[in-house]
């Protein structure tokens, strides 16, 4: 398996087309639904709470004309199946996650830490889903917990340096400097309150 290159997509209002109806399916539907993609599902058979979510469903098998206005595809279905997504996808250059398929895959969906507008991504190249979860777990114990004043403070140094036109080579040691202020600032807080 090549490197891949690490890429975060704006799915939002953006169609997705979700091959296949069973829980491998019915996992990767609430991540995209939660960044807003507008998803539809191609499946012979859709599980109940895919029907619930209220996306637009087409009971049948696929056909590559169900790529027609897609930006990405999930291929959650039978190898074969994945295997001919995956196939009309690449005459059309639409990336496909093929789920624990890395075979029929060009992008992969990855373990993914959200907190306060920071999103870390972990990926195996889909080898081994496994241990990308057991990253993913780690990592969120370990961020701190404040990633939202980093976050805050980041982009507020950001708009000045651009106003000034600091280079972007001198912005990560500044940036260092002024989560560092921050903590100082909090630790004197707290010595004058205790």
Known sequence: MPDLIPLFLNLTGRRVLLVGGGPVAASKLEPLLSV?????????????????SGVAIERRGF??????????????????????????AEARRLFVNAVDDPENATAFLS????????TVAISTKGEAPGLTSLLREALNDVLP??????????????????????PMGDRKPLLL?????LYAADAESDRASG
């Not at 056909?63 to 009309?88: G, I, K, P, Q």
């Not at 917990?145 to 976050?151: A, Y």
């Open 36 to 52: 807003g993609a507008v998803v539809r599902v191609v499946a012979p058979e859709v599980r109940d709470e895919i029907v619930r």
């Open 63 to 88: 056909v590559a004309d169900d790529l027609d206005d897609a930006w990405l595809v999930v291929a959650a279905a039978t190898s074969e199946v994945n295997r001919s997504v995956a196939a009309a």
């Open 111 to 118: 373990g993914v830490v959200r907190r306060e507008g920071v």
């Open 145 to 166: 917990e404040d990633l939202g004043t980093w976050m805050r403070e980041a982009r507020a140094q950001r708009e000045g340096w651009r106003r000034d036109g600091v």
């Open 177 to 181: 400097q002024a989560l560092n202020r």
